[in-house]
């Protein structure tokens, strides 16, 4: 029989710099985890939203571990409130997730750890992975793209420094909104985010949600711009260990790879890079939020057999 899982139980992490990063940790009823998977949650969203995912982990005897990034749930009160961060906010955030990860190893010494990012969290999971993937056991990434769709970086990026120069990094930006307002348009239009699911209930609960769907200041928005360079330039991307172990899961109808390109294009770097255990799936009809679909049951079972296998 399967563990029962501990309450989800928040806790801070102070960073160097003040910030109070909320995390959230679970772990199953009894003995050893098999192995800690840390979360790294997706943009305009929080670590809570995974509970669900989370419990099934630790029902199965794996530790879980997830974060607030900056600006975002519990942890934006300390860096200026949703969708607004300090200088530098992107690397700071890599900082904030290694540091997390850290301590949970710390606290279970021996135990494998992997990381999984999905949407924008799988961006920062790939950052992660070339700064510090000698410290994972695997890495999965969820919701991936290997850019944003339909932005010119170099003029983004002028773009957005022309309006911290204006009117500072704190500001709120139009950038963010304006780059997704296209997401919804294959599919009917009810609350203007139903590309994130098939199930109108998550979309409801997305949608009620006040830690969802904000906009980015500009600083938030020219760090994840300017990090999507870093993390696709060659040199960086060979620095990622061949031997961790990379798998890639996507709805086939989500918006944000257009059609599946930016994801045939991710699968080719890794190859690239020559990644000796590289997977991925692609859920027919699926969208956005594999874990929050209608067919969340298999996508769940699906990872689990993954870590399985792995550990």
């Not at 711009?225 to 798998?247: C, E, F, Q, S, Y």
Request: glycine content about 10%; charged content about 25%.
């Amino acid at each position: 029989m399967a563990d029962t899982p501990q309450p989800m139980q928040p806790d801070f992490h102070q960073a160097p710099d003040g910030a109070r990063i909320a995390t959230y940790s679970w772990l199953p009823s009894s003995g050893r985890p098999r192995a800690l998977v840390q979360i790294a949650h997706g943009a305009a969203e929080h670590g809570r939203r995974y509970d669900r995912f989370a419990r099934f982990l630790a029902g199965h005897g794996y530790g879980v571990i997830a974060s607030d990034h900056r600006g975002h749930g519990a942890t934006a009160a300390s860096t200026g409130g949703r969708g607004v961060v300090g200088e530098d906010a992107w690397r700071a955030i890599v900082a904030d997730l290694k540091a997390i990860g850290d301590h949970a190893a710390a606290a279970h010494p021996g135990i494998p750890l992997v990381l999984l990012g999905h949407s924008m969290g799988s961006m920062l999971a790939r950052d992660y992975a070339q700064e510090y993937g000698a410290d994972l056991a695997g890495l999965i990434l969820t919701g991936t793209f290997r850019t944003l769709p339909g932005v010119e970086l170099d003029t983004s990026v002028a773009e957005l420094e022309a309006e911290v120069a204006a009117h500072g990094r704190t500001h709120l930006s139009a950038f963010i909104p304006r780059t997704f307002s296209a997401f919804n348009d294959a599919f009917t239009h009810r609350t203007g985010f139903e590309w994130l699911s098939r199930d109108a209930a998550e979309v409801d609960r997305y949608v009620a949600d006040e830690d969802c769907g904000f906009p980015f200041c500009a600083g938030l928005a020219v760090d994840w711009v300017r990090a999507i360079r870093k993390i696709n330039d060659p040199g960086n991307l060979a620095r990622m260990p061949r031997g961790l172990p990379v798998h890639i899961a996507v709805g086939d109808q989500d918006p944000c790879h257009q059609r599946m390109t930016l994801v045939y294009e991710l699968l080719e770097d890794f190859r690239y890079l020559g990644t000796r255990d590289l997977t991925w799936t692609a859920y027919p009809d699926a969208r956005h939020e594999i874990i929050n679909e209608t067919h969340r049951d298999e996508v769940q079972n699906d990872l689990l057999a993954w870590l399985d296998k792995r550990i």
